[in-house]
């Protein structure tokens, strides 16, 4: 177990923002995670993964908890299926590529995400038409309430669009594995914008999930800052979802331009923001060291590696300020600020 006082945090949140915690403390087992002295932890107590969807705007008073639970366990159900059981502090990419390699389906549309299995689960991450929730069998948590151990079968974990249960619960779960379950029936989703267009030339039966992984990652690689290179959190903004009638007048009102969107089960419409945020000409707009990324305006990267969080938020306040005065609709954060 690390235990660190006063600890830089800049390491960990891909935005590379300079904040400090009063104490950090890293478990490399769930036990070790129990024993821990919570009375006398600095408060409050945050619980974070690679930090890829978080902004500090300030240091932290209490104390940061990461888990370095990392194992990857497969439990073959017979037939198709296959359950891996996976710890929260594995780096979610590591369990991506290990399914592709196994020859699994499910998690391949998922690939070079950020971030770790835990926080996967509490966010509900997704990318070209597949979402965390569709591969998750089971959430196993501890409840800090009394530190029982709970599993939340996926119906009951509330997941919606990068929104779950957890995410009200704040704090009161603390993810320690997950549970996937992957198939090795042939199954791959290439409906999705570009997934199709990027295995062209290829024979369509005779793919793999790790040649769909490798497609996915060309396109990521194309359209998102590398996080080594340029910090972010990757998407900045959730796309909006409205009432078709608000849609039908952002058409009428933009016309003759076409306006990208999905119609949703409920009849109401996402729209994506990055067409928004483009069609206002925002790409590559600067607030001191913070950018809008130029191939994906959704973005909002730290250009100068030395972006202020007022940086960010200047151009986060911006944005949602023409947006609202233009399209009239509302753009909510994707990422956490603390
Ligand atoms: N668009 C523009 N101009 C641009 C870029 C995009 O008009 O410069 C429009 C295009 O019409 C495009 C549409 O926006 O078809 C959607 O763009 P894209 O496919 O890149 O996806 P997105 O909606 O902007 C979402 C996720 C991403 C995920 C991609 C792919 C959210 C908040 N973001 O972005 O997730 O990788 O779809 O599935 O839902 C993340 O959450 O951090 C993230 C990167």
């Known amino acids: 177990m690390k235990r660190i006082e006063n600890y830089d945090l800049s390491s960990h949140n891909t935005f590379r923002m300079k904040a400090s915690c009063a104490l950090y403390i890293e478990y490399d087992t769930v036990a070790e995670l129990m024993e821990l002295d919570w009375k006398n932890l600095p408060a409050p107590v945050m619980h974070i993964g690679a930090g890829s969807n978080l902004l500090f705007t300030g240091d932290y008073p209490g104390t940061v908890l990461h888990s370095n639970v990392k194992y990857i366990k497969y439990v073959d159900m017979g037939l198709d299926d ?26 391949e549309n998922l690939s070079l995400i950020p971030g ?32 029982s151990k709970t599993v939340f079968k996926t119906p009951e974990c509330g997941y919606g669009y990068r929104d779950s249960m957890f995410k009200h619960e704040k704090g009161r779960y603390i993810i320690t594995s997950v549970l996937f379950r992957l198939t090795r029936k042939f199954s791959p989703k290439l409906d999705y914008g570009g997934v199709r267009k990027a295995l062209e030339g290829l024979d369509e039966k005779a793919l793999t999930p790790a040649i769909v992984r490798g497609a996915i990652i060309d396109i990521r690689r194309a359209k998102l800052p590398d996080p080594d290179e340029v910090g972010s959190a990757g998407s900045f903004f959730k796309n909006p979802v409205m009432p078709r009638e608000q849609f039908e007048k952002i058409v009428a009102q933009e016309q003759p331009k076409e306006i990208p969107h999905f119609d949703l089960p409920d009849g109401t419409v996402k729209v994506p923001a990055a067409w928004m945020i483009d069609t206002l000409g925002f790409k590559g707009a600067r607030s001191g060291g913070a950018q809008v990324y130029e191939k994906q305006p959704l973005v909002i990267v730290n250009a100068s590696g030395e972006a202020t969080a007022q940086d960010v938020l200047d151009l986060e306040n911006q944005i949602i300020n023409s947006v609202k005065q233009r399209f009239g609709v509302e753009l909510h954060p994707e990422v956490e600020h603390i």
Not at 82 to 107: Q, S, Y
């Open 82 to 107: 296959v359950l891996m059981t996976v710890g929260a502090g594995v780096t979610f990419d590591d369990f991506v590529a290990k399914a592709c390699d196994a020859g699994l389906w499910g998690a």
């Open 116 to 147: 770790e299995v835990g926080a996967a689960a509490v966010q509900n991450i997704g990318a070209y038409g597949v979402e965390a929730k569709d591969i998750i069998a089971g959430v196993v948590c501890l409840d800090t309430r009394d530190w």
